[in-house]
């Protein structure tokens, strides 16, 4: 992904960690732009690749969820199919014992994603 600036660094107001960046043009005026080259520093104008990694930058450490809260979304998206797939896949119309069933589902992996607190593991 490619390293972007936030508005109000283009404005004027630039981060401390924005040196990692390169310099900073103004908005629209992309022949005054330094063209990046594979050897860095060795053409006048060249921007220097950054030092850190893009996964390591940002306030935030890489974070994916716990496993508890992976397994609770799973079941509430295992009983949405089973409900939808119940509704479609009747002969002579919904299989409505098969819907509820995934109502059930549905509802009880809510409570679980309620119980050990998922909601809280975004950022």
Do not use: C
């Not at 936030?6 to 022949?31: F, H, L, Q, R, T």
Request: proline share 9%; aromatic share 12%.
């Amino acid at each position: 992904m490619a390293k972007q600036v936030d508005p109000a660094a283009v404005a004027g107001a630039v981060p401390e960690s924005a040196e990692a960046y390169g310099p900073i043009m103004p908005a629209g005026n992309d022949s005054a732009r330094p063209a990046a080259s594979s050897g860095a520093g060795t053409e006048p104008g060249a921007v220097a690749p950054a030092a850190q990694s893009a996964s390591q930058l940002g306030p935030f450490p890489p974070f994916h969820g716990r496993r508890v809260s992976w397994v609770a979304v799973s079941i509430v998206v295992v009983g949405f199919l089973i409900g939808g797939l119940a509704l479609v896949f009747g002969h002579h119309g919904p299989i409505w014992w098969l819907f509820w069933t995934g109502t059930g589902v549905a509802v009880l992996g809510l409570l679980i994603t309620f119980a050990t607190n998922t909601f809280e593991d975004w950022y």
